[in-house]
């Protein structure tokens, strides 16, 4: 089967340092997708990653590790503005451009 | 702003209504999608276009019917929709289907109440 696990929740601090894990178990790989999603808005694409490794885009980071089928999304410098929900996806095998989704955690920041 | 538009962003039909929802890029992409979005859940595919022609569709009732008239619009025909259909409705684009680092590209979405 196909499978992506992400906590729930998850709450942190304004200026502070978050980190949202997620595993993944699916058929195939063709790379992991993690999208920012407001309550009532767009999902917007935050970052990609297909080869082992960190990829850091301004205050926000992901790294991939795929022989242990494990993401996560780094957030620095919190900001009110970051609450919101983070989906992971994967893309499996095949040219489909199916994305398999985690549900998705809600990211509360507080002052 | 996002570069996906769609049409209506609310609606509210009854069950024998017969509505469109509509959904236009300029980004030259060739594959475009329709998600389902329930509250507190991830998207859920419905529909994928591959250079204008229907790749997959998730087994999704016939009271839903997507239309391609060219690879900048995707429509979503309703017909006698149910009350549980009621949620959000999210058109996506990205270049192709296949490939390395085509992200999905989102609309804001049309926001569908079935009374």
Same mark, same amino acid.
Not at chain 1, 87 to 110: M, R, W, Y
């Given at each position: 089967?196909?499978?992506i ?9 304004e200026?502070?340092? *978050? ?7 699916t ?9 920012q ?12 990653? *297909? ?33 919101a929900s983070?989906?992971?996806? *994967?893309?499996?095998s095949?040219?489909?451009?199916k ?13 | 702003?996002?570069e ?18 509509k ?20 998207p ?23 239309e ?6 995707l429509?979503?025909?309703l ?5 549980e ?10 270049l ?14 049309t ?5």
């Amino acid at each position: 089967g196909q499978n992506i696990d992400q906590p729930t929740e998850m709450t942190a601090t304004e200026g502070a340092i *978050v980190q949202i894990n997620c595993t993944y178990q699916t058929s195939g790989f063709n790379g992991l997708f993690w999208y920012q999603q407001h309550a009532g808005e767009a999902p917007t694409f935050l970052s990609y990653n *297909v080869l082992d490794g960190l990829e850091e885009k301004g205050r926000f980071s992901s790294f991939l590790s795929r022989s242990k089928g494990y993401s996560y999304l780094l957030l620095k410098e919190l900001q009110m503005k970051d609450s919101a929900s983070y989906l992971c996806a *994967v893309k499996g095998s095949g040219n489909t451009g199916k994305l398999i989704f985690g549900q998705g955690t809600t990211l509360q920041v507080k002052p | 702003d996002t570069e996906v538009t769609q049409t209506p962003k609310h609606l509210v039909m009854g069950m024998t209504n017969k509505k469109s929802l509509k959904c236009e890029q300029h980004m030259g992409h060739r594959a475009m999608y329709w998600y389902k979005q329930k509250a507190k859940k991830p998207p859920e595919l419905m529909f994928v276009y591959s250079y204008e022609k229907l790749s997959i569709n998730e087994s999704v009732p016939s009271r839903f019917s997507p239309e391609c008239p060219n690879s900048s619009l995707l429509n979503l025909h309703l017909h006698a929709l149910q009350p549980e259909d009621s949620a959000l409705y999210l058109c996506a684009s990205s270049l192709t289907t296949g490939g390395y680092n085509q992200p999905q590209h989102f609309g804001d979405g049309t926001r569908l109440s079935i009374l």
